[in-house]
T-cell receptor, first 114, second 115 residues
């Protein structure tokens, strides 16, 4: 079946550093990838939508310069949290989709900023 | 703007009992998803409902969709402890809307099944 991986699964970093999270579709080519953020006991909040080879579309209120998204190929998207601060600590989940078919979710990355 | 509301947000059930989680949405859509999330984990797809009147069942869970009422239900039959998790519904905005192709999630329902 369709598998989406994320790396790393968890990361702890110091305030002010940048962190890169990778999202890969392992057995299919994704036309679109999505990045979500989830705080404890809350729902998923869509941060941005990215299509291969084009700029990501960010949701209202999401800082583009803070959360850099690159969709370099049909199987890889990266989210870089720049100059991370404790308030950026969260669970980040990516998903991948082919056209308008079902979305497949990655296992998530837990980011803790000290 | 598409809004998706679930209720209840918290559900404590006894094993063996039945209950229903409701998912209302504000804008016409013809695709609705149900997901399960265990603590610390990502989402597991349960059901995709594609048309009015669609009903799908898997084990003790049954989902239905009424596009006219903009309502989906997730019915739990004879609950067991293993069903304890958070359940989300999500709606795909219909083509032509400004949010074409994006999922909007409900708040989630935290289900706890007690012996």
């Amino acid at each position: 079946g369709a598998v989406v991986s994320q790396h790393p699964s968890w990361v702890i970093c110091k305030s002010g550093t940048s962190v890169k999270i990778e999202c890969r579709s392992l057995d299919f080519q994704a036309t679109t990838m999505f990045w979500y953020r989830q705080f404890p006991k809350q729902s998923l909040m869509l941060m941005a939508t990215s299509n291969e080879g084009s700029k990501a579309t960010y949701e209202q209120g999401v800082e583009k310069d803070k959360f850099l998204i690159n969709h370099a190929s049909l199987t890889l998207s990266t989210l870089t949290v720049t100059s991370a601060h404790p308030e950026d600590s969260s669970f980040y989940i990516c998903s991948a989709r082919v056209l308008l078919l079902e979305q497949f979710f990655g296992p998530g990355t837990r980011l803790t900023v000290l | 703007e598409l809004k998706v509301e679930q209720n209840p947000l918290f559900l404590s059930m006894q094993e063996g009992k039945n209950y229903t989680i409701y998912c209302n949405y504000s804008t016409t859509s013809d695709r609705l998803y149900w997901y399960r999330q265990d603590p610390g984990k990502s989402l597991e797809s349960l059901f995709v409902l594609l048309s009015n009147g669609a009903v799908k069942q898997e084990g003790r869970l049954m989902a239905s969709l009424d596009t006219k009422a903009r309502l989906s239900t997730l019915h739990i039959t004879a609950a067991v402890h293993d069903l304890s998790a958070t359940y989300f519904c999500a709606v795909l905005l219909r083509a032509g809307g400004t949010s074409y192709g994006k999922l909007t999630f409900g708040q989630g329902t935290i289900l706890t099944v007690h012996p």
